[in-house]
C-alpha cells in the first residue's frame, strides 16, 4: 500500500481511484463494509482502491481539550487499511484551513483538482465542510454534475441491530466490556508502541513486564486483563515493522498507574507467560482479551505478589476459552 500525504503528493498513475473517505478510527465492521463496498466498484473497473483519512482526527482540533480518545492510531490504522486491500492511502491534514473550507471547495480543491477521483464510497452519516454543513446528498448531486460516481453504504449492525460505529466501541472499552467491543471491531482491541524501559519492579517481583506508554490511545477501563502480545520488528519503526511476522505470546496486564506507586500518567504492563528475552525498544502489539479486576492497592509486596499469581492464573483460564 502507497501512502501520500495529501492530494499534492499523488503521482498522476494513482488519479482515477475509487475512493472511500472517513476517519476510520477502529476500522470497525461499519468501516469494513464501507471498504469492501469501495473495493468491489474498484475490481468492477480495474480502477485503482483507495482510502481517504485525516490527520490528526478532526475531533482532536474542534475538541481539543477531550481525554484521549483514538482506537487506532496511524500505523496501525495503516495496517488495517491495507489488509482490507486498500492500495492507495490519501492521508490529508486536518488544520483550520480544511476545517473553515465549504463543501464545494472540498469537492473542487480535493477530490476533482487535487486526486481526480472516479468513484466515492462513504458512510451514510458523511459529512464535511465548514460546520459538516456537507452530506452524502450534497456529494451526490456534486458527483453527477462533475463526472464521479458515488455509493453511500446503510448502516451496518449487528444480529441484535446494534450499529458498528466507533463511538460504542469506546463506550464498551471504557467500562471493560472487551468482548462487545471485539464484536463491534471484528476483532480484539490493541495497544501498540515499543517497549520502554521501566523501573524494573516488576522484575525484582519476578513478573517482569514490557511496558508501553499509551500515548494518544484511549483509556479504556483500567484494570488488570487477559492478553495476547505480538511482538513485531526489531525497533520501533511502526510501518516497517508491520511488514514482518508477529511471534504471539500469551500473557497477563496491567493498565493503570499502580495505586502503590502512584504513577503520573496509565501505562501498559504486560508479562508473556513462557517468554524470556530482551524487548526493550521492540515493537509489541496488545490485544486486551478480557478484563479480570480493577486496579487496587495493596498493604505489603506479598499481597501484591500473591494477587499478581491469581491474576496470571485468571488470565490463564480467560485465554483457554
Not at 471493560?176 to 517497549?195: K, N
Not at 499502580?258 to 507467560?273: Q, V
Request: hydrophobic share 45%.
Amino acid at each position: 500500500m502507497e501512502i501520500f500525504r495529501g492530494p499534492a503528493d499523488l503521482p498522476p498513475a494513482w488519479r482515477g481511484s475509487v475512493l472511500a473517505i472517513g476517519n476510520f478510527d477502529g476500522v470497525h465492521r461499519g468501516h469494513r463494509l464501507v471498504l469492501s463496498t469501495a473495493r468491489a466498484v474498484a475490481e468492477g473497473g480495474d480502477w485503482p482502491l483507495g482510502a481517504m483519512a485525516f490527520e490528526p482526527h478532526p475531533r482532536s482540533l474542534t475538541r481539543p481539550d477531550d481525554p484521549p480518545f483514538r482506537l487506532t492510531l496511524f500505523d496501525e490504522r495503516a495496517r488495517l487499511l491495507r489488509a482490507a486491500g486498500v492500495q492507495m492511502h490519501v492521508v490529508v491534514t486536518f488544520d483550520r484551513h480544511l476545517l473553515e473550507m465549504s463543501p464545494d471547495d472540498f469537492i473542487d480543491q480535493v477530490l476533482v483538482a487535487g486526486l481526480g477521483v472516479r468513484h466515492v464510497v462513504v458512510g451514510h452519516d458523511f459529512c464535511f465542510g465548514h460546520n459538516r454543513v456537507g452530506t452524502v446528498d450534497t456529494l451526490t448531486h456534486a458527483g453527477a454534475s462533475r463526472g464521479f460516481g458515488v455509493t453511500v453504504v446503510t448502516k451496518a449492525s449487528d444480529e441484535s441491530g446494534g450499529i458498528y460505529s466507533s463511538t460504542a466501541a469506546r463506550q464498551n472499552l471504557r467500562a471493560g466490556r472487551m468482548r462487545e467491543a471485539a464484536d463491534i471491531l471484528g476483532r480484539p482491541w490493541e495497544i501498540s508502541g515499543p517497549v520502554d524501559e521501566g523501573d524494573h519492579r516488576g522484575r525484582l517481583l519476578g513478573f517482569p513486564t514490557a511496558n508501553i506508554a499509551l500515548g494518544e490511545h484511549l483509556r479504556p477501563a483500567l484494570g488488570v486483563y487477559a492478553v495476547r502480545v505480538g511482538i513485531v520488528g526489531n525497533g520501533p519503526d511502526r510501518l516497517s515493522a508491520f511488514d514482518e511476522p508477529e511471534v504471539w505470546h500469551d500473557g497477563v496486564a496491567n493498565l493503570g498507574i499502580r495505586p502503590m506507586y502512584a504513577l503520573p500518567e496509565p501505562i501498559l504492563e504486560a508479562h508473556l507467560f513462557d517468554f524470556s528475552g530482551d524487548l526493550y525498544g521492540r515493537l509489541l502489539r496488545v490485544q486486551l482479551i478480557e478484563f479480570l479486576r480493577s486496579e487496587a492497592a495493596f498493604n505489603s509486596v506479598d499481597a501484591l505478589v500473591h494477587q499478581m499469581h491469581r491474576d496470571s492464573e485468571a488470565a490463564k483460564a480467560a485465554l483457554a476459552e
